[in-house]
């Protein structure tokens, strides 16, 4: 178990409390490996612990499975994009992906803002994946449902609401907007979001798909059992991202302004500031706010703004107060289960420190 403390920029705080916080946080969470990490307006704390023995790579420069905090950076994807120009928040999805098709009325009416914010009327995922999935449920439901098959499934989707009525989260949605965006630009996905996110971060440990042999971490089984990377097949946009505790840190910090140097693209400067800003409520009274990309919740610190991720036996969370510059970045190898305290613990670290 190692405390690395990394000193970036002065900021309140001090990291040996901070370091302690961490560890008996860590504590409470099961799983062989763990990774809490903190960044106070730049200057970042990194525990590392869990069951399993370390391996010759240290867990933070590990890469782990983000699952559904992926969408976050699919968000600024977009959001870049339009800031570029390139497409709009209302271009329509079926017409950038099979221009003069016949459609249903209401996929038509399907935007690019409602394919990201879970307003689209799909559901979470298609209706014929779950005969091809169920078999392989707890070890490749994804893998056999490539792009080509996610896109026909939208083409000929029966949405359950009309497009921006109701609220619904749903991958196959966010996949969709994947697909739209790489045909909209005629650039493969992979490509387009290195090049208009994770280069321009720095996010050189974050990649679509396993990288060397002994650089990505091992996920596990609710029982422990090891399992091997997820594909997630035609899902990419939703979920696919590998990343490393301090590539989070950097791409949160991003987003509170506290990273090293301010984004020199204009483009980029706009869709930080852009996927902050909160455009839709729902639930009781209202009492969920939504950004384009983050849920949002209040705390005594101001805002907060995360996302959560899990995988067959992976979990994630990222999460950052813009009124503080706090963030916090978590990652486990254990499948969530019933009595499961990882997320709980990531969000009272975000929304608690002081």
């Known amino acids: 178990m190692t405390d690395v403390t990394v000193p970036r920029l002065d ?8 370091a302690r916080l961490l560890a008996e946080a860590a504590g409470r969470i099961d799983a062989p490996d763990v990774v809490l990490a903190i960044s106070r307006g730049g200057v970042r704390t990194v525990h590392t612990g869990g069951g399993a023995e370390p391996g010759p790579i240290p867990r933070e420069r590990l890469r782990y499975e983000l699952g559904s905090a992926s969408k976050p950076f699919a968000g600024l994807l977009l959001a870049r994009l339009v800031a570029q120009g390139r497409v709009r928040y209302e271009d329509r999805a079926a017409d950038l992906l099979a221009p003069g098709l016949p459609v249903h009325p209401s996929v038509r009416r399907i935007t690019l803002r409602h394919l990201l914010t879970h307003t ?10 779950y005969p091809q999935a169920v078999p392989r449920w707890s070890s490749d439901p994804y893998g056999n449902y490539p792009a080509d098959r996610v896109v026909r499934a939208f083409l000929r989707a029966r949405p359950r609401h009309r497009p921006g009525t109701r609220w619904h989260y749903s991958n196959f949605a966010v996949s969709v907007l994947g697909h739209t965006l790489a045909a909209a630009t005629g650039t493969p996905w992979e490509v387009l979001l290195t090049q208009q996110v994770l280069a321009p971060l720095g996010l050189e440990a974050t990649l679509l798909r396993p990288g060397p042999d002994g650089t990505d971490a091992t996920g596990h089984r609710r029982d422990g059992t090891p399992l091997p990377a997820l594909d ?10 590998r990343s490393t505790p301090l590539d989070l840190l ?9 990273a090293p140097g301010a984004p020199t693209d204009p483009a980029l400067g706009a869709a930080l500031a852009e996927v902050v800003r909160p455009v839709l409520r729902r639930g009781l009274r209202h009492a969920h706010t939504h950004t384009l990309t983050w849920f949002q919740h209040p705390s005594p610190y101001g805002p907060v703004l995360f996302h959560a991720g899990a995988t067959l036996g992976q979990q994630a969370f990222l999460g950052f107060r813009p009124d503080t510059g706090l963030a916090v ?3 486990a190898t254990r499948r969530v289960h019933r009595k499961d305290t990882f997320v709980a613990t990531a969000y009272e670290l975000l929304t608690e420190t002081p």
Not at 232 to 241: D, E, H, I, P, Q
Request: proline fraction near 10%; hydrophobic fraction near 40%; aromatic fraction near 8%.
């Open 120 to 129: 689209s009327g799909l559901p979470g995922l298609p209706a014929d994946f």
């Open 329 to 331: 970045a978590a990652t």
């Open 232 to 241: 997630t097949g035609g899902f990419t946009a939703a979920g696919a991202l």
């Open 11 to 18: 900021a309140p705080g001090s990291p040996a409390s901070t």
């Open 250 to 258: 950097t791409f949160l910090e991003a987003h509170t302004g506290a």
